[in-house]
C-alpha cells in the first residue's frame, strides 16, 4: 500500500449539494440495482446468502449519504426505510474509495479507525471476507478504475 492513509480528504462542498438533490428512494434504486448488476454472479452462485433477511446500511459521512440494503429470496432489495441495520458501515467518502480500488484493505481501514463498524460484527467479518475474496470480472475491474480515478481526484482536490 502506498501512503494513502496520510491523506484524508472530504469530499468538496460542490459535489455534495448535487446529492442532497436526488431523492432516497431514486438514489436506494439505483444503488440496489448497481449491485444486483456488479455481483449478479455473486448471487447466482449464492455467494451472498449470509446477507439473506439481513440489513446492511453504508453511511457516507461527507456526503450525508445513507444507503440501506438488505437480500430477500436471493435479490439485493432495498430497506431505505430501515431506522436501524443489522450491520453499520460509516467512513468518508475517501476511506470508501480506497477499499473498492483495493488501494487499502478494509482491516487497515477499521483499524486506523477510518471506517467504523457498528452492529453485528460477525455478518461485518462476512461483508469483508466476501470483498476480499472477491475475484473482480471484467465489469466489476471497470469499478476498480473507476473508484481509483477518483481517489486521485480526491488526493489532489479534496
Keep these: 500500500m502506498n501512503n494513502t492513509l496520510s491523506h484524508n480528504p472530504i469530499l468538496p462542498q460542490a459535489l455534495r449539494w448535487p446529492l442532497k438533490l436526488i431523492p432516497d428512494t431514486i438514489s436506494h434504486r439505483v444503488f440496489c440495482y448497481s ?3 456488479v455481483f449478479k454472479q455473486s448471487l447466482l452462485d449464492d455467494e451472498l446468502e449470509f446477507l439473506e433477511g439481513r440489513s446492511v446500511a453504508i453511511i457516507i459521512d461527507d456526503a450525508n449519504v445513507r444507503l440501506c440494503f438488505g437480500m430477500q429470496n436471493n435479490k439485493i432489495i432495498s430497506r431505505e426505510n430501515l ?3 443489522d450491520m453499520t458501515m460509516q467512513g468518508k467518502a475517501y476511506d470508501f474509495l480506497l477499499m473498492l480500488s483495493r488501494k487499502e484493505d478494509p482491516d487497515t481501514l477499521f483499524f486506523n479507525r477510518r471506517l467504523k463498524l457498528t452492529g453485528d460484527t460477525e455478518l461485518g467479518l462476512y461483508v469483508k471476507n466476501f ?3 472477491l475475484e473482480f470480472s471484467e465489469r466489476q475491474k471497470l469499478i476498480l478504475k473507476i473508484s481509483d480515478h477518483c481517489r486521485k481526484f480526491a488526493e489532489k482536490f479534496g
Design 35 to 37: 449491485l444486483s448488476h
Design 131 to 133: 470483498l476480499d475474496g
Design 83 to 85: 431506522k436501524v441495520a
